[in-house]
Structures are given as structure tokens and as C-alpha cells.
């Protein structure tokens, strides 16, 4: 009697320790927040009155299926990070198509892991995908900024808020990526103008400048004195 006892113990305590890894290994990582979560291919980003629906995939060649995710929502940025395990990549595949709830209004969308941050929507330009983000950005450092245009070769991006406001300083701002083409195009730095007018339309400051396609990506700042300047500390 006590034999069969024993052998019923074995198995059902295999299975409890197994039950329990594959729990740990779909829902413990939570339990270490942000430093837990890795990079993601994001496909799609829709920002609404009280959630966010994100859609992407896991970017490695080696198969690793979703786990899934962890957020936080800060003062109008919903921070989100993704898991996923090879151990899962087995039955499942890397694919996601989350909805996160929110309770305030969002206006920026941040891709957080353990060591990086990127953005992958913003109120004002919406959602781009990353290979799509390579051009420049313009960070201002003054609060009276209603309108921030680039213009090389003939054609302008950039312009007015959608919500006619001035734009928020403090952070980076994506203006353009069609230059990165151009400077491909030409194989050789492509001249450009960046203009910050105020309300009224009044030229605050403008500056000519090259973008080199080598760098792919180009921050500038336009200073509290009205200069704009090459962020050489991103660079």
C-alpha cells in the first residue's frame, strides 16, 4: 500500500514542479517590472479615450513566444514592456496583439526595457514605425513655439500642432524622414532649413544646416536664447 503511495508522490510532485516553472516563467517575470522586458517589433499603435491597443512581434530569428506585458502609466506617458521565452517559442509563436488599459489622457507612448526607452507614438505625429524614424528631431527649450517647419530641395515637413497649441518643450519632436532618402539619393549631405515661429506666425529663429545620411539620425535644439544647435551628447 505504502509503495503504490509512494508511486502516486513521485508523478504528482513532477507535475506540481512543473506547473510551477511554467507559471513562473509565464507570469513571474512581472514581479521584476521593466528590467524584465525586452525589445519588440511594434506593427501598430492606437491611442483611444481609455486604452491603447499595441500589435507586434518578437524581433529575433530564434523562435520565442509572448509572455506578455507590463505597463505603467506617468503624468500622461503609458510606459509598456513585453516578455517573451523560448521556452514558449515551442507552442506559441512571438506574435502579440495587446489592449492596455489607461485612466487619464495619453500623450506619448514609450517601448521601456531594462535598458532603453523609444517612442512609439506621440499625440502630435502619431504612430511611426521605427525603420521609419530615421530624419531629425527638434527639441525646444522654450515654451512660446507654436509652429516648427523643415524645408530642403523644394518641398517643407513639420508645422502646426493639431490641437493649435504651442509644442511642449523638453522633448525631442520628429520632423522629417524623407531627407534620409534624399541624402541617399545624393550620396552626399543635403542642405536644410529649420524654422520656430510663435503664434502669430513671427519668425523666432531659423538656421541652415546639412544632414549626412551616415548619421541616419539628427537632434537639434532650439535654445532658450533662440539658437538652434546640434545635440552633439546625442550624436
Not at 521593466?34 to 492606437?46: H, L, N, P, S, T
Request: charged share 25%; hydrophobic share 40%; aromatic share 12%.
Amino acid at each position: 500500500m505504502k509503495s503504490s503511495k509512494r508511486m502516486l508522490t513521485v508523478p504528482l510532485t513532477i507535475a506540481v514542479v512543473l506547473i510551477a516553472i511554467f507559471l513562473a516563467g509565464r507570469y513571474g517575470w512581472k514581479l521584476g517590472g521593466f528590467g524584465a522586458c525586452q525589445g519588440a517589433g511594434i506593427e501598430a499603435v492606437e491611442v483611444s479615450e481609455d486604452k491603447v491597443h499595441i500589435s507586434g512581434f518578437y524581433p529575433g530569428s530564434f523562435p520565442e513566444g509572448f509572455c506578455g506585458y507590463y505597463s505603467e502609466e506617468r503624468d500622461g506617458t503609458l510606459y509598456v514592456g513585453f516578455r517573451f521565452s523560448a521556452v514558449f517559442g515551442f507552442f506559441e509563436t512571438g506574435d502579440f496583439d495587446v489592449t492596455v488599459p489607461v485612466k487619464g489622457e495619453i500623450s506619448e507612448v514609450i517601448l521601456k526595457t531594462s535598458r532603453n526607452e523609444s517612442a512609439l507614438w506621440e499625440r502630435e505625429t502619431g504612430f511611426l514605425p521605427q525603420s521609419e524614424r530615421y530624419g531629425v528631431y527638434v527639441k525646444l527649450e522654450r515654451d512660446d513655439i507654436f509652429s516648427v517647419s523643415m524645408s530642403y530641395d523644394g518641398s517643407s515637413s513639420g508645422g502646426l500642432r493639431a490641437d493649435g497649441g504651442a509644442w511642449e518643450s523638453g522633448k525631442y519632436v520628429f520632423v522629417d524622414n524623407d531627407i534620409m532618402m534624399a541624402a541617399k539619393d545624393a550620396e552626399a549631405p543635403v542642405p536644410f532649413s529649420i524654422t520656430a515661429k510663435g503664434k502669430d506666425g513671427t519668425v523666432l529663429t531659423t538656421r541652415e544646416l546639412h544632414f549626412d545620411a551616415d548619421k541616419e539620425k539628427m537632434y537639434l535644439t532650439v535654445t532658450v536664447d533662440g539658437q538652434i544647435v546640434e545635440d552633439e551628447a546625442i550624436i
